[in-house]
């Protein structure tokens, strides 16, 4: 059966390549893309390919060209298979068995995908939200909170910008700490394409990335057996590349086996003890649950008397922190009345006065007064009572 | 519409204003309140006008305190009658020229609409011709009916489904596109009317904002401020929810293009308080949306005119140009409102409150986590997780995932260890976390708190699911197998090892196919001079998994103690093969080609390490490489391919294990010396949190600390073959240029003894060795040296003493004994001599080519 329908598309293929030009091509496209019997025969040649041996290697030699194909919808029937190709490559790797096709495929689609001008983004800018943007306005108010990095940011660029480290295979081969990391990459490439691909996929990629994370993990009832498979070996930025999909999965077609492949993922990757994959699958789970919820929320009138972040009023200080100028002591000892009177009078000055730092230049030796609200904050105290009495007049 | 019709019969003059000043605000008690007064007083033209007043504002109240949601729906048959009569008395008194008819048909359906008479409602809403109008007067009330006339149509459509006659012969897609036609509208106007509402809000009370900021004033601003008056208002349950609903409509539809279109223009209106939770809602569905759809740069909305919202446009804002960047925007966003919303009170009336807030922020800090993990961005996540920590008392998800930022982002001190089990604390699932916190804690050498998390861990896990009972075996062996460095005699130490290998075993009878587990039951085997055990262990490991380099790194370690050095150098090479940058290797190699072909061979393969160190560290950013941490996997990280300094390695101890590996000078097997640097390092590592508040600056100095000490080592390796080959030129200027890194380093001291040694200058040897002793007491062999020295210049029993000193340090050196007998034979204690000898020979027998513990410590 799967033998038939398997060797028959190598066949077409083999048809339809011959003039590359021809309408065939994307006919041919178009009807592979929509076969499901086909896809589950293709990802049963790769998986079992001990079974399939002959017809195994002439699908990757296909498989292959189908990606370098102009035509897109083939490349996009190829990048179906991706998941199951990991699977698979991981698998032989851990037996120690050569496999340089397989290699060489996933390897073509990562170099053909990072030169093509669709593939995924490579970098972008981490955005500031203190300055405006299609969504908002600053307004004069900055967050209360300002993190180092944002500081970071606001004194060297104002944007940050992250790039995605780049995987050099600058070597013919591709040797073991190259293999993972490209692994990763391949299926963040899958994940770029995952919307265009045909949602009848969905539940046959959860199978293979459940097979992945469970593989060799001892259930009840499967001790009998002499040798238990291979666990293999993963990375935590794979996982949660794996976990992506399955993020896609929920809402494409496979909620309920998405669900429990993550839960999977999850006691893998808390075997493993990897705190990057955890956090991701906890988020994964927790906004699962959250969005559980009825769309609409009822709209309850909140009383005033919660307090919430937004009840601590944030304030924008002035331009330039207003300086009460410190008389001289001279004029001090002459009489407090004058001194306060004074200093109401130039309180009232600045108040109106739009230019507080011409009044800055006028003053040494001073107390730094923030006027919000009516609070008031001496950063330095002043030598006697009568300059408070002035200081309290100035705020008021 | 009715506010031509206010102007017009101007019957009321003073209050006549108020009116429709509170009117417009939306204040409905209070126009109420000024109607009580002139009830019934008005000439009889106002009449009709004064029953719409009255009629309105009634109902208006009444909903504000009654949502039309199902479970209002019976009280409002019976409460809305009497408005009902109100209303349609003013409908016969008024004519259609006196411009009520529209409104006061919209406010009927919206009366049959609270009563779920949804037919009854569209009747009227047909009747009122709301749609044919063309050009309204745009104020705020008059944006408001219409917004909710469609907001009503398009949601009763939906409800009534076939059976209303407007549609009949519709299919069921036309109808639906009906309806999201009218929800577009709803929100396109509901917006302009929040729009309408805060510009009415801002210009009526200017005095306050003055007074209060004293001319400094500012506009409260939504995303960031609070509204002037401190009260909330929240815009009515049926536009919320019309705004919401159109977007799901269309996808449903399957116009999924079409839907992003909507809800980013929707979000790119300019911020208004009453829009505030819708954003935020829909800030959360577009992210949702862009992580698993097809992203295209936004259309620019329509631009301005009359009825329709105003954006945010022009050329110098932040305008997404792909989807990362849009996602990022969108969430950074939503996390500040989030954040400013997120209930503070603790007191049980809040709860309800409370849940909502917290379900809603740990919902944008879900999706947070989901982007920035992609890009490795933890440090990002963590810091707004810490802005949730504010409102997230005792919520074990937001803990849970601080904890685990931390972790993922290479930070490793104190604070995120309390974390961590702080988290496990409040977790059903608290193993992990507890075992994640005892590995931070090992890996700051702090092994006593870590012993105690696994105990913590283990009786969890015994009264659970049992799941990782065998990791919790493995951290116990871990930590007792840590401990045993820090004990000074080797009965303790030997006991450490015991409880190490005791629960290793039980943890590999569990999980007998995790290679992580048979790796360190290998190691200990090592540890504790048991190799032919050792050699099955870690051929088992190896088995589960091929590629693990510290499982090689031990199997080379273990031929060449079995004095296989040919089969130990075969290992090598192919190891070497895959991983051809790994010093580590390397440095094995060197080892063994000294032994299986001289020097000169070796000596090759150290200038190669030269090279590599310098393609790896010295292109002028050294620090650059550990900026982020590495993916964690086995087995080696990603393209730098180093062992040396991989992050993962867990900083301070894999640099000791390295240091004190590399140097063959001997502090390798001398454990105290290697606590004693674990200790400093960990110290180093604490005063480096405490000063920078993100932890990056930690990874700096160990990553560069790391690669130097690695250099230091190449070239006292090379100082060694040197001297070997009785080059004393070359040895001593290798020697220059490690001490040029360090000239205090117990090594480098030693190394200078070595070649004032070999040049014949015994006091500057002796001067050097007593010097790398006051650097580092423990250090062995400077101690043998030393002990040689005294033994020289004929301070016989003074170097007998040094050398038991260095024995108490560790008694499998077998040079220590070896120098020990020579010394006694001296002091002609032949028999005691001759003992030495032979413990010498018989530790030589079974001691491979580099200590055991240039293996890294792993955790992966």
Not at chain 1, 225 to 245: A, C, D, F, G, Y
Not at chain 1, 288 to 295: A, F, H, I, N, R
Request: proline share 5%.
């Amino acid at each position: 059966m799967t033998d038939g329908i398997v060797s028959e598309w190598l066949a077409e293929w083999n048809n339809v390549s011959q003039d590359p030009h021809s309408e065939k091509v994307s006919d041919f496209a178009e009807s592979v893309l929509v076969n499901e019997d086909l896809f589950q025969a293709i990802t049963h040649v790769l998986e079992e390919n001990e079974r399939f041996r002959p017809l195994y290697g002439d699908v990757i030699a296909t498989l292959f060209a189908l990606y370098r194909s102009p035509e897109k919808k083939l490349r996009l029937f190829a990048a179906q298979f991706i998941p199951s190709l990991i699977y698979v490559y991981l698998h032989q790797i851990h037996t120690q068995k050569k496999c340089i096709a397989l290699e060489t495929l996933l390897r073509g689609i990562y170099e053909f995908e990072s030169s093509s001008d669709d593939g995924p983004p490579t970098g972008f800018r981490i955005p500031n939200v203190n300055l405006p943007s299609i969504y908002h306005d600053p307004g004069g108010v900055s967050t209360s909170w300002v993190s180092d990095s944002d500081l970071d940011r606001l004194n060297a660029r104002t944007v940050k910008e992250i790039t995605r480290p780049t995987l050099v295979l600058s070597d013919e081969r591709i040797r073991a700490p190259q293999r993972l990391p490209l692994c990763t990459e391949v299926w963040w490439i899958f994940n770029y394409r995952l919307p265009d691909l045909p949602k009848a996929s969905v539940p046959m990629q959860l199978k293979t990335i459940s097979k992945l994370v469970t593989q060799g993990f001892h259930q009840a009832g499967s001790q009998s057996r002499i040798q238990p498979p291979i666990r293999i070996v993963l990375s935590s930025k794979l996982l949660i590349e794996m976990v992506h999909t399955v993020f896609f999965s929920v809402y494409n077609g496979a909620p309920t086996l998405a669900e429990q492949t993550l839960e999977e993922m999850s006691l893998r990757a808390e075997h493993q003890l990897w705190a990057d994959a955890m956090l991701v699958c906890n988020a994964v789970r927790d906004y699962l649950k959250s969005s559980e919820l009825p769309v609409q929320v009822e709209v309850s009138s909140f009383k005033k008397s919660i307090i919430t972040n937004a009840s601590f009023r944030t304030k924008k200080l002035p331009d330039d922190i207003p300086i009460v100028e410190a008389d001289n002591t001279g004029h001090e000892e002459s009489g407090s009345g004058e001194t306060s009177a004074l200093s109401a009078g130039l309180a009232s000055f600045k108040s109106k006065s739009k230019i507080p730092h011409i009044l800055a230049k006028m003053k040494r030796n001073s107390v730094v007064v923030i006027t919000e609200e009516g609070d008031v904050e001496t950063i330095a105290s002043p030598p006697s009572s009568e300059r408070k009495k002035s200081i309290d007049a100035t705020a008021v | 519409m009715a506010q031509k019709g206010v102007k017009n019969t101007s019957g009321l003059n003073r209050p006549d204003n108020e009116v429709e000043a509170k009117r417009e605000a939306g204040e409905w008690k209070r126009v109420l309140d000024l109607l009580e007064p002139i009830k019934g007083k008005g000439s009889s033209q106002a009449e009709p006008l004064m029953n719409f007043l009255y009629g309105e504002s009634k109902l208006e109240s009444w909903l504000e305190d009654h949502q039309p949601t199902e479970k209002h729906i019976s009280k409002a048959k019976s409460a809305l009658l009497d408005v009902k009569k109100t209303i349609l008395l003013c409908l016969s008194q008024s004519g259609d020229a006196s411009g009520l008819q529209t409104d006061a048909h919209i406010l009927l359906a919206k009366i049959y609409y609270a009563s779920a008479l949804y037919e009854e409602a569209l009747e009227e809403l047909d009747r009122s011709r709301f749609e044919q109008i063309e050009t309204v007067a745009y104020t705020v009330r008059n944006y408001q009916l219409m917004a909710e006339a469609y907001a009503m149509k398009a949601h009763c459509i939906e409800k009534v489904g076939r059976s209303w006659k407007g549609t009949s012969g519709k299919s069921e897609r036309e109808r639906r596109l009906e309806a999201i036609r009218c929800y577009q509208k709803a929100a396109d106007l509901g917006v302009s009317y929040f729009q309408a509402h805060e510009k009415l809000l801002l210009g009526s009370t200017p005095n306050a904002t003055l007074a209060s900021s004293s001319g400094s004033s500012h506009s409260p601003h939504p995303l960031y401020g609070i509204p002037p008056n401190g009260e909330k208002k929240r815009c009515s349950s049926l536009l919320d929810f019309s705004i919401r609903r159109g977007p799901v409509l269309l996808m449903e539809d399957g116009q999924v293009e079409e839907a992003l279109k909507r809800i980013h223009w929707l979000l790119r209106t300019h911020e208004t308080q009453l829009f505030a939770p819708i954003r935020l809602h829909l800030s959360r569905r577009l992210a949702e949306l862009l992580l698993q759809n097809k992203w295209r740069p936004a259309l620019s909305p329509p631009g301005d005119s009359l009825g329709k919202p105003k954006y945010y446009t022009g050329g110098k804002i932040f305008n997404p140009v792909n989807p990362w960047e849009d996602i990022f925007l969108i969430l950074l966003l939503a996390e500040i409102m989030v954040v400013r919303e997120g209930v503070l009170n603790q007191t049980p009336e809040f709860v309800e409150a409370r849940k909502l807030a917290n379900l809603n922020a740990s919902s944008i800090f879900d999706l947070l986590a989901m982007a920035a993990a992609r890009w490795n961005q933890y440090t990002l996540i963590n810091e707004s997780l810490e802005k949730a920590l504010k409102f997230s008392f005792e919520e074990c998800h937001i803990w849970t995932q601080y904890g685990l930022t931390f972790h993922a982002s290479g930070v490793n001190n104190r604070r995120s260890c309390q974390t961590l089990t702080e988290a496990a604390k409040l977790s059903k699932r608290p193993t992990s976390l507890l075992l994640l916190a005892a590995q931070e804690n090992y890996s700051r050498l702090r092994v006593n708190e870590g012993l105690d998390l696994v105990e913590l861990a283990k009786t969890k896990e015994q009264g659970g699911s049992q799941r990782l009972m065998s990791k919790v075996l493995l951290y116990e062996g871990i930590g007792h197998f840590l401990k045993s460095y820090e004990q000074s005699t080797t009965q303790e130490r030997t006991k450490e090892l015991d409880d190490a290998l005791s629960a290793l075993q039980s943890a590999a009878e569990l999980d007998p196919m995790d290679y992580l587990v048979l790796h360190w039951l290998a190691r200990t085997y090592a540890y504790a001079h048991n190799s032919n055990e050792a050699f099955a262990v870690a051929v088992k490991a190896l088995r589960a998994f091929p590629f693990h380099l510290p499982t090689l790194q031990l199997i080379v370690l273990l031929l060449s103690a079995q004095k296989n050095n040919y089969d130990a150098l075969a290992v090598v090479e192919e190891a070497l093969d895959e991983y051809p940058e790994h010093l580590g290797f390397l440095q094995l190699k060197a080892a063994l080609e000294e032994k299986t072909s001289g020097p000169e061979t070796a000596l090759g393969t150290l200038k190669q390490m030269l090279i590599i160190w310098k393609q790896l560290f010295d292109d002028g950013n050294l620090f650059m490489r550990s900026e982020s941490p590495e993916s964690r996997h086995p087995g080696g990280t990603g393209t730098g391919t180093l062992q040396l300094p991989s992050p993962t390695d867990k900083e301070s101890v894999s640099m000791a294990s390295f240091r004190g590996g590399t140097s063959i000078a001997g502090s390798s097997t001398n454990t105290a010396t290697f606590a004693g640097q674990l200790r400093a390092d960990a110290a180093l590592s604490e005063i480096a949190s405490s000063m920078s508040v993100h932890g990056s600056l930690m990874q700096l100095i160990h990553a560069s600390d790391l690669a130097w000490s690695a250099q230091i080592n190449i070239w006292l390796t090379l100082t060694d073959m040197y001297l070997k080959l009785e080059q004393v030129t070359q040895a001593s200027s290798s020697l220059e240029e490690a001490a040029q890194i360090s000239p205090n380093h117990p090594d480098v001291l030693f190394y200078r003894g070595q070649v004032a040694e070999s040049q014949g200058d015994y006091k500057e040897a002796r001067r050097a060795y007593e010097s790398g002793v006051a650097v580092c007491p423990t250090h062995i062999k400077s101690l043998q040296s030393l002990a040689l020295m005294q033994h020289y210049f004929g301070s016989h029993r003074l170097a007998e003493k040094t050398l038991q000193d260095a024995l108490k340090l560790d008694p499998y050196d077998y040079f220590t004994w070896y120098n020990l007998g020579k010394v006694l034979e001296i002091l002609d204690e032949n028999s005691e001599a001759g003992d030495c000898m032979a413990t010498a020979l018989e530790i030589e027998s079974i001691v491979p080519i580099l200590p055991y513990s240039t293996i890294p410590i792993c955790f992966d």
